[in-house]
C-alpha cells in the first residue's frame, strides 16, 4: 500500500537532548513538508522540501532541522534549542510543489513529548 | 494574524441531519481550498477540495460551496453518519512568490460531533 509512514508513533525527550522524528513515503511524490499541531491550533508548517537536497524553513522553523538527501525520506530533527517542543508533529507530501491544486496527504504524527 | 478562521470550535448534529462547517479566510491571494478530515491520534485525512474557478464541488455525501465575494467556504455534510464525528480542518493555498511555491494555511479546526 502507498502512503506516509511515520515512526515512532510516541517518543520522550529528555531536557537538553536531539531528537529525530522520521518520515518515508512510498508514493514517489517531490514535495514532502513538516507541521506542527499545538491543542486547539491549527496545523503550522515548519519546513518543506520541494525536491531532493532542498528544502526551505516554514513558519516556526527555529529550533529544528532537516534534510533530503532521498525523495522518499525526509526526517525532523528537534534540538535543544527548540523552547517548547512538546507537540504532535505532522509530515505530509504532494506530488509536487510547483504544481497547482494538489492536495497534501499526511502521515499519522508522532507525539513529542519531554520527560 | 489569523488568515484561514473556522470560528466554531466544536458543532453537534444529529444523525441523518445534515452538517454544516464554516471557514472564512482574509487572504485573496488564495486560489485553491481544502478539508480535511481528522482522528484523535491520527493524520489529517483529505476529504475534498475546490478551485477559485468554481463555487461548487460535490463528492457524495460532502459538498464544499465557496463564495469568493464573502471570503467564505462551507463544507455540507448529508446525510450526517456518526463515523463522521471527527475534527475538520480548512486549508488555502496560495502562491508563495518569495518561495517559488504553494503553501497550505491551515484554520484551527472544528470537532463535529454526530449524535446517534
Known amino acids: 500500500d502507498g502512503g506516509i509512514t511515520q515512526s515512532p508513533k510516541y517518543l520522550f525527550r529528555k531536557e537538553g537532548q536531539n531528537v529525530t522524528l522520521s518520515c518515508e513515503q512510498n508514493?514517489?511524490?517531490?514535495?514532502m513538508y513538516w507541521y506542527r499541531q499545538d491543542p486547539g491550533q491549527g496545523l503550522r508548517l515548519i519546513y518543506y522540501?520541494?525536491?531532493?537536497?532542498?528544502?526551505q524553513k516554514g513558519d516556526i522553523a527555529e529550533g529544528y532541522s532537516v534534510s533530503r538527501e532521498k525523495k522518499e525520506s525526509f526526517p525532523l530533527t528537534v534540538t535543544s534549542a527548540q523552547k517548547n517542543p512538546t507537540a504532535f508533529y505532522l509530515c505530509?507530501?504532494?506530488?509536487?510543489?510547483?504544481?497547482?491544486?494538489?492536495?497534501?496527504?499526511f502521515g499519522d504524527g508522532t507525539r513529542l513529548s519531554i520527560l | 494574524d489569523q488568515q484561514v478562521k473556522q470560528n466554531s470550535p466544536s458543532l453537534s448534529v444529529q444523525e441523518g441531519r445534515i452538517s454544516i462547517l464554516n471557514c472564512d479566510y482574509t487572504?485573496?491571494?488564495?486560489?485553491?481550498f481544502l478539508w480535511y478530515k481528522k482522528y484523535p491520534a491520527e493524520g489529517p485525512t483529505f476529504l475534498i477540495s475546490i478551485s477559485s474557478i468554481k463555487d461548487k464541488n460535490e463528492d457524495g455525501r460532502f459538498t464544499v460551496f465557496l463564495n469568493k465575494s464573502a471570503k467564505h467556504l462551507s463544507l455540507h455534510i448529508v446525510p450526517s453518519q456518526p463515523g463522521d464525528s471527527a475534527v475538520y480542518f480548512c486549508a488555502a493555498s496560495a502562491f508563495d512568490s518569495g518561495a517559488g511555491s504553494y503553501q497550505l494555511t491551515f484554520g484551527k479546526g472544528t470537532k463535529l460531533s454526530v449524535i446517534p
Open positions: 522540501s520541494q525536491i531532493v537536497n532542498d528544502f
Open positions: 487572504n485573496s491571494m488564495f486560489d485553491y
Open positions: 505530509a507530501s504532494s506530488i509536487g510543489e510547483r504544481l497547482r491544486n494538489q492536495p497534501q496527504h
Open positions: 508514493l514517489n511524490h517531490d514535495a
